[in-house]
Every structure is written in structure tokens, then in C-alpha cells.
Nanobody, 116 residues
């Protein structure tokens, strides 16, 4: 299993970024996908989850109304559209898939920095 995030960078407050996570090594369309983030000096936290079909999504309260998770099962890719970014969104963002009760996989992460 391989998960490769991209799309991070430096953005000003109020700006937007779109993260991508390219997946391989498993049947992508069969699994829910999740974005997590880890702010500097803090614990990793869940940001958003999308079901295998893309019909159901869930968000952390801190990003509701600003972030949108989506997926393209034909391209084995999950996205995170981040709008109205705030300095507190600064973090390393990770893509995750849980393939069984005891097994989940992580990407290497992509840095998002929101600063003027």
C-alpha cells in the first residue's frame, strides 16, 4: 500500500489550497479514506472522512464549512479542498486508509503553512 500526498505549501490567511492523495496497492474504491493533520507541537487530529463511494462525508468541527473532502475512484485519488484558511490550519496533513481493524496506512504527509 502506498499513499502519496501533494499540494501543500505556504498560503496567506483567507487563501485556498487543494491537497491530493494518490493511492496504490489496494482496492481504493472499497475503502473509506481519511485526512488527518498534526499541528506543530500538538497531537495528530482527524480532519475529514469520506466513504468508499463518496456519498458520505464527515468533518471536524474546526473545518466544517471551509474544507471539502472528495474522491475520484477512477484515479485512486482523494482530495481535500481547503478554503478560508486560518493560521491555526498550519499543520502537516496526512492521508490514511484503514484496511482492517488492526491495519491502517499513512502517507508521508504534506506541509501546509498559513501565514502572512
Amino acid at each position: 500500500v502506498q499513499l502519496v500526498e501533494s499540494g501543500g505549501g505556504l498560503v496567506q490567511p483567507g487563501g485556498s489550497l487543494r491537497l491530493s492523495c494518490a493511492a496504490s496497492g489496494f482496492t481504493f474504491s472499497s475503502y473509506a479514506m481519511t485526512w488527518y493533520r498534526q499541528p506543530p507541537g500538538k497531537e495528530r487530529e482527524l480532519v475529514a472522512t469520506i466513504s468508499s463511494t463518496g456519498l458520505n462525508t464527515n468533518y471536524a468541527d474546526s473545518v466544517k464549512g471551509r474544507f471539502i473532502i472528495s474522491r475520484d475512484n477512477a484515479k485512486n485519488t482523494v482530495f481535500l479542498q481547503m478554503n478560508s484558511l486560518k493560521p491555526e490550519d498550519t499543520a502537516v496533513y496526512y492521508c490514511n486508509v484503514k484496511v482492517s481493524l488492526l491495519r491502517s496506512y499513512w502517507g508521508q504527509g504534506t506541509q501546509v503553512t498559513v501565514s502572512s
